[in-house]
């Protein structure tokens, strides 16, 4: 095993000084501010419809596996379906 002379430098007043006016003169490194952090985090803001109710049902494997073969998303689709189905019958 061989050993690495790694040495650290850690940056002095004119070093950041240096650093960050390469930052800022960067238009591909723009300031990160509160609303770029949430975004980043994945912040989605206020619910712009209703919410949906979490539920407990049991479901036969082949619907899970067939609605699951479809990929991401598969529960919003199940829902989508039942609602047409819920429609069909108000409207018969």
């Not at 006016?21 to 509160?34: K, L, N, T, Y």
């Not at 067939?66 to 108000?90: F, H, I």
């Amino acid at each position: 095993m061989s050993k690495l002379n790694l040495k650290i430098h850690i940056p002095d007043d004119a070093d950041e000084a240096a650093i960050n006016a390469g930052i800022a003169a960067d238009p591909d490194s723009p300031e990160v501010g509160r609303e770029m952090i949430a975004r980043m985090r994945g912040f989605r803001g206020p619910q712009k419809e209703p919410t949906k109710e979490r539920i407990t049902i049991r479901l036969s494997p082949e619907v899970l596996d067939a609605y699951r073969a479809t990929g991401r998303g598969w529960q919003s689709r199940m829902d989508e379906d039942l609602k047409t189905l819920v429609n069909k019958d108000r409207a018969a």
